[in-house]
């Protein structure tokens, strides 16, 4: 008989079904289906954390955190600090432009898994 949980782990397909029912607590015709959801729960809902909070604010700024925006931010605030109005409202322009598309899927998709989690 196995005892130890890395001895099963390692081998257990040398169970029989009697061993294997009992060392995993199933049935010989294995979870029923409201086993299986409240075992998928208990594990995996530390995974899956809703967040209904997030804010459409929250979501716009988290697009520039990829380091050649940050680059470009950083060339607006020079370019402003320099006085060259025209070069730095072409950099904010672009990193907008560039920053809406990932911003409008990311937003379908929040809105997507919130309406799914209902």
Same mark, same amino acid.
């Given at each position: 008989m196995i005892t130890r949980k890395s001895d099963v782990e390692n081998s257990f397909?040398?169970?029989?079904?009697?061993?294997?029912?009992?060392?995993?607590?199933? =049935?010989?015709?294995?979870?029923? +289906?409201?086993?299986?959801?409240r075992r998928l729960k208990q594990k995996w809902s530390q995974y899956f954390k809703n967040n209904t909070n997030t804010s459409i604010f929250i979501l716009f700024i988290s697009q520039f955190k990829s380091p050649i925006t940050i680059l470009l931010i950083v060339a607006a605030i020079l370019s402003? =600090?320099?006085?060259?109005?025209? +070069?730095?409202?072409?950099?904010?322009?672009?990193?907008?432009?560039?920053?809406?598309?990932?911003?409008?899927?990311?937003k379908g998709a929040v809105n997507t898994v919130n309406e799914h989690q209902k």
């Open positions: 397909w040398n169970l029989s079904i009697e061993e294997a029912c009992h060392t995993f607590a199933v =049935g010989p015709k294995g979870f029923e +289906d409201s086993e299986v959801a402003a =600090g320099l006085g060259d109005i025209s +070069d730095n409202l072409i950099i904010l322009c672009i990193i907008t432009v560039s920053s809406l598309p990932g911003f409008w899927q990311e």
